[in-house]
């Protein structure tokens, strides 16, 4: 199973963290940007190039480090099909550089759209006979509030081509409370009966390290429903957004992990897109300031954590 794959770099890194590439063009250094305008002009194909330029020189200085990537599908769709295409081109480059792409999408549809949602960003395209992929990622952010049939078509992918999918169940936002809080007439909040979905979802598709390839996404914003979720929900791999600039640190997701360590990987996108600023460095060291922040992410995670481990 795809989160096997996952598991088995983190416990190698001892690192269970994922960096999130959800670039703005205002992130991208002044020189980045110049050299991509002079040769394009100030296009969506000039702000595209820039996009890939930034991402490329991230995951070079964290792939060493960093088990994965997380680009947000949404900041490059800003940009047209050229960002789009950038998209493209940065995860074939992480995956060149060994790397495991989430990719963060939050689709949620039924029937033939999602089979087509599935196909597009975990499965191969056919064309005229010929087997290709579209995006490429090995696991994608879906929506659940459709119900099983919009599970399904990717459940069907997930056990075809070793893929894997996160659901949202609790989210990091603010607001997540107005409709994932409320009780059900079974006295259970939406976000649980999610959860208890999940687990059902995935119980074909369990891995030999206990977790199936239906994972969650449960933020770091809200660290007791992290532990309770944690408790419900053995055989689900969470996603977990919120820490850093969205206020989590280490002692709020370390809820997350089970005994071993394993069972969640932690989400970090301005925190270390825009570390050089915390730094107080320059945006020319922005790859270096993103290395030591992940590097200090890492160790944070660790020593509240202990030592990951299969068992």
Same mark, same amino acid.
């Given at each position: 199973?795809?989160?096997?794959?996952?598991?088995?770099?983190?416990?190698?890194?001892?690192?269970?963290? %994922?960096? =999130?590439?959800?670039?703005?063009?205002?992130?991208?250094?002044?020189?980045?940007?110049?050299?991509?305008?002079?040769?394009?002009?100030?296009?969506?194909?000039?702000?595209?190039?820039?996009?890939?330029?930034?991402?490329?020189?991230?995951?070079?200085?964290?792939?060493?480090?960093?088990?994965?990537?997380?680009?947000?599908?949404?900041?490059?769709? &800003?940009?047209?099909?050229?960002?789009?295409?950038?998209?493209?081109?940065?995860?074939?480059? @992480?995956?060149?550089? =060994?790397?495991?792409?989430?990719?963060?999408?939050?689709?949620?549809?039924?029937?033939?759209?999602?089979?087509?949602?599935?196909?597009?960003?975990?499965?191969?395209?056919? %064309?005229?006979?010929?087997?290709?992929?579209?995006?490429?990622?090995?696991?994608?952010?879906?929506?659940?509030?459709?119900?099983?049939?919009?599970?399904?078509?990717? @459940?069907?992918?997930?056990?075809?081509?070793?893929?894997?999918?996160?659901?949202?169940?609790?989210?990091?936002?603010?607001?997540?409370?107005?409709?994932?809080?409320?009780?059900?007439?079974?006295?259970?909040?939406?976000?649980?009966? &999610?959860?208890?979905?999940?687990?059902?979802?995935?119980?074909?598709?369990? $891995?030999?390290?206990?977790?199936?390839? %239906?994972?969650?996404?449960? =933020?770091?914003?809200?660290?007791?429903?992290?532990?309770?979720?944690?408790?419900?929900?053995?055989?689900?791999?969470?996603?977990?957004? $919120?820490?850093?600039?969205?206020?989590?640190?280490?002692?709020? %997701?370390?809820? @997350?992990?089970?005994?071993?360590?394993? $069972?969640?990987i932690i989400n970090s996108s301005r925190g270390i897109m825009c570390a050089w600023k915390k730094q107080n460095l320059t945006e020319e060291d922005f790859a270096q300031a993103a290395r030591t922040e992940a590097i200090r992410m890492r160790d944070e995670i660790?020593?509240?954590?202990?030592?990951?481990?299969? $068992?």
């Amino acid at each position: 199973m795809a989160f096997d794959r996952l598991i088995e770099k983190i416990v190698k890194m001892q690192n269970p963290t %994922v960096a =999130g590439l959800d670039p703005k063009l205002d992130y991208v250094p002044a020189s980045i940007k110049e050299a991509c305008f002079a040769k394009y002009g100030k296009t969506l194909d000039g702000a595209a190039a820039a996009l890939f330029e930034f991402n490329k020189a991230l995951i070079d200085v964290l792939c060493d480090i960093v088990p994965a990537i997380k680009p947000q599908v949404a900041y490059y769709e &800003m940009y047209g099909w050229q960002g789009v295409k950038a998209l493209c081109d940065t995860i074939a480059y @992480a995956k060149s550089k =060994g790397m495991f792409v989430i990719t963060d999408g939050k689709r949620n549809d039924i029937g033939t759209t999602m089979e087509a949602y599935a196909t597009a960003h975990l499965g191969t395209t056919d %064309v005229a006979g010929e087997q290709l992929d579209a995006f490429g990622a090995d696991a994608l952010t879906v929506n659940g509030y459709l119900g099983t049939d919009g599970i399904k078509p990717l @459940a069907s992918v997930c056990s075809e081509k070793d893929k894997g999918i996160f659901v949202l169940v609790k989210t990091s936002n603010p607001s997540s409370g107005e409709l994932q809080d409320m009780k059900l007439d079974t006295d259970e909040t939406v976000y649980e009966h &999610m959860g208890r979905m999940c687990e059902s979802w995935g119980e074909e598709l369990t $891995g030999k390290y206990g977790y199936s390839a %239906v994972g969650a996404v449960v =933020g770091a914003t809200y660290p007791e429903q992290l532990r309770e979720m944690r408790a419900k929900l053995p055989h689900t791999f969470f996603l977990v957004p $919120g820490y850093g600039a969205q206020g989590g640190g280490a002692e709020d %997701v370390k809820n @997350a992990f089970d005994e071993n360590g394993l $069972g969640a990987i932690i989400n970090s996108s301005r925190g270390i897109m825009c570390a050089w600023k915390k730094q107080n460095l320059t945006e020319e060291d922005f790859a270096q300031a993103a290395r030591t922040e992940a590097i200090r992410m890492r160790d944070e995670i660790i020593t509240a954590i202990g030592e990951i481990t299969v $068992g």
